[in-house]
């Protein structure tokens, strides 16, 4: 069955990056396009970026655009989000998820991992 | 930027049915896709394309829109789908999501 594991959050100062990582398994990776979406503590689900299948495509949301960037490894059934410059207000819970380009619905997610932003 | 409107909360008697809605202007033009939330869980789609429910969900839960307002109905509520419920749609190569509405099951 499909399986989607997060990992690399974690405490980051104000200023810092970090990356986090997806495993996928269970599906033919390459044949999906790839989300990141977010949910900071107690508010609703937020739109992060999503990548095409072959990873020639990415796109971002207005508040992580030129911060943020998305990318994948077929090879390796990895999906990754490299985060910089990090803000209080990235606090959240990031979660990844299977599907959402060409209006697709996110049909599978992970379990999330926190990135807690903070000096 | 395109926004989804859901009100914040709403109530349902176990058994009756409980109605959310997800206002967007030519919503109607767009695919929406449902998603329920449990308290500490990842979302779970429910519904896809606006009335297609994924295997494993009840034919309970179904989708419906019409004008600018799309709504997803859970008929014969039960305790178990006490839930925070998003909408989302596909707008110009981006991603929008409502901003959710918490199903209480009285």
């Known amino acids: 069955q499909v399986h989607l594991v997060e990992s690399g959050g974690g405490l980051v100062r104000p200023g810092g990056s970090l990356r986090l990582s997806c495993a996928a398994s269970?599906?033919?990776?390459?044949?999906?396009?790839m989300s990141w979406i977010r949910q900071a503590p107690g508010k609703g689900l937020e739109w992060v970026s999503y990548?095409?299948?072959?990873?020639?495509?990415?796109y971002y949301a207005d508040s992580v655009k030129g911060r943020f960037t998305i990318s994948r490894d077929n090879a390796k059934n990895s999906l990754y989000l490299q985060v910089n410059s990090l803000r209080a207000e990235d606090t959240a819970v990031y979660y990844c998820?299977?599907?959402?380009?060409?209006?697709?619905?996110?049909?599978?997610w992970g379990q999330g991992t926190l990135l807690t932003v903070s000096s | 930027s395109y926004e989804l409107t859901q009100p914040l909360s709403v109530s349902v008697a176990l058994g009756q049915t409980a109605r959310i809605t997800c206002g967007g202007n030519?919503?109607?033009?767009?695919?929406v896709h449902w998603y329920q939330q449990k308290p500490g869980q990842a979302p779970v789609l429910v519904i896809y394309?606006?009335?297609n429910r994924p295997s494993g969900i009840p034919e309970r839960f179904s989708g419906f829109k019409s004008g600018n307002t799309a709504t997803l109905t859970i008929s014969r509520a039960q305790a178990g789908d006490e839930s925070d419920y998003y909408c989302?749609?596909?707008?110009?190569?981006?991603?929008?999501f409502g901003g959710g509405t918490k199903l209480t099951v009285l």
């Open positions: 998820a299977r599907g959402g380009g060409n209006a697709a619905a996110n049909d599978y």
């Open positions: 269970g599906f033919t990776f390459s044949d999906y396009y």
């Open positions: 990548i095409s299948d072959g990873g020639t495509a990415e």
């Open positions: 030519n919503i109607g033009g767009k695919s």
């Open positions: 394309r606006d009335n």
């Open positions: 989302q749609v596909w707008d110009s190569s981006t991603v929008v």
